[in-house]
């Protein structure tokens, strides 16, 4: 795959997450104030749109942490990535931190294919509409998946600025030693 393939692929999943969290927004609030202005202007009691509304705003919260991952955008301690400054410590420090990222994003994807593993073989459904709870639950696997790929992302495009850095590092000595001759 070249890396023009590679980029294809990732705006093509960057829009489909833009969608999906817009869609799932939109429904989130369409069916809030469906719920609010019925019950309250009409006197409806709606049986089950509450779940719904719940199911939907699991996959926006999924989403939107999927979305901060793909951005940089989640939560970040640069204490010292700010200290390191440009080079090769720095570029090393996006590799560890990238790295026990993955870690993380691995075990965590690990705990939410078993808990919907377990929720495949014990069945259960919400009270009021009868959704399966593995649909919200299956936001959680997403996100775990999606921020683990965003996290070997974030490697590899660490790995290639460690080396060119190392590169920079040598040629700058290089010349420097010619300099003084």
Do not use: C, N
């Amino acid at each position: 795959m070249t890396m023009r393939a590679i980029a294809a692929l990732g705006k093509g999943a960057a829009w489909l997450l833009d969608a999906a969290a817009f869609v799932s927004s939109v429904l989130v609030v369409g069916l809030m104030l469906l719920l609010v202005v019925g019950r309250y202007l009409f006197g409806w009691s709606i049986v089950g749109l509450l779940e719904v509304i719940m199911m939907f705003g699991m996959w926006l919260y999924m989403l939107g942490a999927l979305i901060a991952s793909r951005r940089k955008e989640h939560l970040v301690v640069d204490f010292f990535a700010q200290k390191f400054g440009d080079g090769w410590a720095r570029e090393a420090h996006r590799l560890l931190v990238g790295s026990v990222t993955f870690a993380a994003t691995a075990f965590f994807t690990l705990l939410a294919w078993r808990m919907l593993r377990w929720s495949f073989g014990h069945p259960q459904t919400t009270p009021g509409m009868g959704i399966p709870l593995w649909i919200p639950q299956s936001a959680i696997l997403v996100a775990a998946v999606g921020s683990g790929l965003y996290a070997l992302r974030d490697i590899v495009a660490a790995g290639f600025d460690l080396a060119s850095a190392r590169a920079r590092t040598v040629t700058r000595r290089e010349e420097a030693l010619s300099w003084k001759a």
